[in-house]
């Protein structure tokens, strides 16, 4: 990965994240443990786009969620963004433990 596509992806995440902290949603309570499940669930059905969007609202609340981070690397990677994936497989290790299954997406970013 790139020194000036990692500066971007930080940028943009970081931009991503003021902009829904200013925005009237972020008024509103959202549970992180609520925003996984349902994004479980869309993922278990299919809604790639949509899972990532419940994700995203997870991590914006709780930064340190990795269980949501390691699922919006699953969900990168099914979209075939191997670069991403391996970007939030960096914060779930870096909030949580790294499991077998981390690895193993890991290892398949790489080979992809």
Sequence with gaps: ?????????????????????TSPLSAQAIDPAKSYREAQALMANGEIYRAVDALMAATAA??????????LAQCHYELREYERSLEFLAQAVRYGPRTNEIMDLEGFCYLA
Excluded: G, H, I, V
């Design 62 to 71: 709780n930064p340190a969620y990795a269980d949501a981070w390691a699922a």
């Design 1 to 21: 990965m790139s020194y000036r596509y990692a500066r971007t992806s930080r940028f943009l995440l970081a931009t991503l994240c003021a902009l829904y902290a």
